[in-house]
């Protein structure tokens, strides 16, 4: 849900909804699964998340202390992805969003695991979770 916000000091006649960013195909290897050759073996996943949060004094402050810092985001969900081992492909998806919303300014994120080669005949599968603040 974006809220319009008008811009401070702006001269502008309109309003900026908050800012989305976009991690796309961020791939990574895991230990991610229950049969007996995915507890041995790491296997490729590929995340993608979109982030929401108020882009309003950013915008015009040009200052990076400002604004949220995905690389921040993006490095704790490397660091738990790498060092974790999941049953299922929901309790990763899971830990990333909670890892994403750990950071107050977010107020909304998806985030999806595909688990490439999955199934026989598919390019993979994926799980995909929303919170919203």
Do not use: W
């Not at 992805?81 to 890892?99: N, S, Y």
Request: include cysteine; proline fraction near 4%.
């Amino acid at each position: 849900m974006s809220t319009v916000k008008p811009i401070a000091n702006a001269t502008h006649d309109y309003c900026i909804n908050n800012a989305v960013i976009h991690i796309k195909d961020l791939r990574l290897r895991t230990f991610i699964g229950f049969n007996p050759e995915e507890l041995e073996k790491q296997q490729d996943i590929v995340i993608n998340a979109e982030i929401e949060f108020d882009a309003s004094k950013p915008c015009i402050s040009d200052d990076e202390r400002e604004t949220l810092d995905y690389k921040v985001i993006t490095k704790a969900m490397i660091a738990h992805v790498e060092q974790g081992r999941f049953r299922l492909i929901e309790k990763l998806c899971a830990d990333l969003l909670d890892i994403i919303m750990g950071e107050p300014s977010v107020l909304r994120a998806t985030i999806s695991v595909d688990k490439p080669h999955a199934l026989r005949f598919s390019d993979s599968v994926a799980v995909s979770l929303t919170a919203v603040r």
